[in-house]
């Protein structure tokens, strides 16, 4: 976390992973969770929006 600028996690579940990450995030920054719960994979298309959507986010500031 310390080098990065944000995070992108994808989880096929209700995002513990998610959870634990942000409770040892003191750094900041922003954690982006892509998930499902429904048994569906999450698509290379998912992950490439958001990946996409944070980038923008990041080059705004």
Known sequence: LKKSQA???A???LGQMAM???RI???GRHIE???KVDGDLI???????SITAVWRRIIEF
């Open 33 to 35: 969770l892509v998930n």
């Open 7 to 9: 995070v992108i996690i």
């Open 20 to 22: 634990e990450i942000s």
């Open 43 to 49: 698509s290379p298309k998912e992950i490439l929006n």
């Open 25 to 27: 995030n003191k750094f």
């Open 11 to 13: 989880e096929m579940n």
